[in-house]
């Protein structure tokens, strides 16, 4: 691979480094300052310390005023543009990522909450979507620039792994205004003009509720996951430890199957890669979940356990022994 002598030289100079992100640092620091962008800040600290969209004067307004949302953008847009200029391989200090015709630009962050420019671009392999993603994240967004069309979503009723969801074909333009309530509704960009670009407000709660995906043919559950950063880590310790076949592991495994404080599906994990670990003790465990009526667990687990023994006669043995050993 061919490296340009500027980027080259720049790889190995932490002061040639330095002076790149000086002027982008800078940027960050006048435009926080702004006389446009100071109030917004300031109201949307409110609003990630928990207040409602609408106490939040200055952000409220600039989610429902296209003009007021274009001159915020326009500011940031015009100090990072000159401060590249000065310093074309800098970084702009912002979090950024753009995967699958989907660009995203973090302008603020702070517990939870953020304030986001999303770029669409057109896809060639855009196909109509057979299901829907329902997070819980509260959304406000404006189009500034582009237009798409696609579907909004909202759940009207759920009844175990089966929703009623009621669906509607929009047609996004400048200035159009979405907002999604967390968990029950969900909006979906199919097709794209050219590009669309959107302001995007969103704020999720301390410890998320697990997220869930819909069929939009028959509202049936396809996949549930945890929305919490903190279960999703236990989720692939869990795995991990499984696969290594640590024994050691058991009871902590044991713990969380039986806190009902903890996630349904994390728990039902623990379950999972014990029983994979040493079939007595999982046995056991189903036994106990069995037992607790009021455990969410309770019913999947005498499910779980009755195919299990009736497909394995050492699994029945093992469910019937432990069963002996708790009376």
């Known amino acids: 691979m061919r490296l340009h002598p500027d980027i080259s030289a720049l790889r190995s100079d932490p002061a040639l480094q330095r002076r790149a992100q000086s002027p982008l640092l800078k940027a960050v620091k006048n435009w926080r300052a702004d006389p ?14 928990g207040a409602a969209i609408d106490e939040c004067g200055e952000l409220a307004h600039l989610l429902t005023d296209h003009l007021a949302a274009m001159k915020f953008v ?40 953020t304030l986001s420019l999303l770029a669409y671009e057109a896809l060639d392999n855009a196909r109509e979507p ?27 009723k759920t009844g175990g792994p089966q929703a009623e969801i009621e669906s509607s074909d929009q047609c996004w333009r400048v200035g159009a205004k979405i907002a999604l309530r967390p968990r029950d509704e969900t909006r979906q960009f199919v097709e794209i003009n050219g ?34 950063k903190r279960a999703s880590q236990d989720f692939i310790a869990l795995d991990v430890l499984g696969a290594l076949g640590r024994q050691d592991a ?44 009021a455990d969410p667990l309770s019913q999947p687990a005498q499910s779980l356990r009755q ?10 043995q093992l469910a019937q022994e432990a069963g002996s050993c708790r009376t």
């Open 250 to 293: 058991i009871p902590a495994m044991e713990q969380m199957a039986l806190n009902a404080a903890r996630e349904a599906n994390l728990r039902w994990e623990a379950v999972r890669q014990l029983l994979s670990l040493n079939a007595a003790k999982g046995m056991a465990l189903l036994n106990r979940l069995i037992a607790n009526n």
């Open 74 to 113: 326009e500011k940031w847009q015009d100090l990072f543009l000159e401060a590249l200029s000065q310093e074309p391989l800098g970084q702009i200090p912002n979090r950024h990522n753009y995967a699958a015709g989907l660009a995203t630009m973090q302008l603020f962050s702070a517990q939870g909450a």
């Open 195 to 228: 590009m669309m670009l959107v302001l995007q407000l969103a704020r999720s709660p301390q410890h998320p509720l697990e997220s869930r995906e819909y069929s939009l043919t028959d509202g049936s559950l396809i996949h549930q996951a945890s929305g919490d």
């Open 130 to 156: 057979q299901s829907a993603l329902f997070v819980d994240r509260e959304i406000h967004e404006v189009v500034l620039a582009g237009e798409a069309r696609g579907h909004h979503h909202r759940i009207c």
């Open 307 to 316: 195919s299990l023994t009736a497909a394995n006669s050492r699994l029945k």
């Open 36 to 49: 446009i962008a100071a109030p917004i800040l300031r109201a949307f600290e409110l609003y990630a310390n």
